[in-house]
């Protein structure tokens, strides 16, 4: 069974101050999303990590996946306010139809 | 613009009643997701459904079951709510997986049982 965790769960930041939040997962795929999440909203796609080595930058977000490691990273380069949010990574299994595992989510507060 | 939609944002129902919950996609997609999604345990697959008619059983089906009559609309439906269903609940739909599509997520519909 798939199994993935991410850490922290919580993260306290300031304002400008890089940080990294690390998804681990317990099978082999080559398949990772992360998604974000604002307060009452929905789940909003970000990244679509789809082979060893893959890494995606989009403005103060880097993500990065190594599937020998089973390990995707989302560092977060001089935050800034508007990153808080629930970070969630996602791993496809290779079963069937897209199906997708999730993280616990990585909550993120960012203080000026 | 893609676009998936809930029939509902808060819903408040009564322990037994029967609750349906309605997603519609209009982005021609095959496959479309139920998930709840609780503090602490990230989302979890309720159903899944990869063609009309077709369904797949996630990872916490029970006292649930899902309709799918028309490829755009995906239903849930609790047949007699209880407290513990209590949650938030998330459709999603997306292309093929082998392609490295993402899921594309409605607003989500707070169901809260009494």
């Known amino acids: 069974e798939l199994k993935v965790e991410q850490n922290p769960l919580f993260l306290s930041m300031q304002e400008g101050k890089n940080y990294t939040i690390y998804c681990n997962y317990s099978?082999?795929?080559?398949?990772l999303y992360w998604y974000r999440q604002d307060p009452g909203k929905s789940l909003e796609s970000l990244f679509v990590?789809?082979?060893?080595?893959a890494v995606k930058q989009e403005g103060r977000l880097m993500a990065s996946l190594d599937t020998k490691a089973r390990l995707s990273t989302l560092h977060i380069t001089a935050a800034v306010h508007d990153l808080s949010a629930t970070y969630f990574c996602?791993?496809?299994?290779?079963?069937?139809?897209?199906?997708?595992?999730f993280g616990q989510g990585t909550i993120l507060t960012v203080h000026p | 613009d893609v676009k998936v939609t809930q029939s509902s944002r808060y819903l408040v129902k009564r322990t037994g009643e029967k609750v349906f919950l309605e997603c519609v996609q209009d982005?021609?997609?095959?496959?479309m997701f139920w998930y709840r999604q609780d503090p602490g345990l990230g989302l979890r697959l309720i159903y899944f459904?990869?063609?009309?008619?077709?369904?797949e059983k996630g990872d916490i089906p029970e006292g649930y079951s899902v309709s799918r009559e028309k490829k755009e609309r995906f239903s849930l439906i609790l047949e007699s709510a209880s407290t513990n269903q209590t949650s938030m609940y998330l459709c999603?739909?997306?292309?093929?997986?082998?392609?490295?599509?993402?899921?594309?997520f409605g607003p989500g519909t707070r169901l809260t049982v009494l």
């Open positions: 999603a739909s997306s292309l093929n997986p082998n392609s490295g599509h993402t899921q594309y």
């Open positions: 099978t082999t795929s080559d398949r």
């Open positions: 990590l789809l082979s060893n080595g």
């Open positions: 996602a791993v496809y299994g290779g079963t069937s139809y897209g199906k997708l595992t």
């Open positions: 982005m021609d997609h095959e496959n």
């Open positions: 459904s990869y063609d009309v008619k077709m369904k």
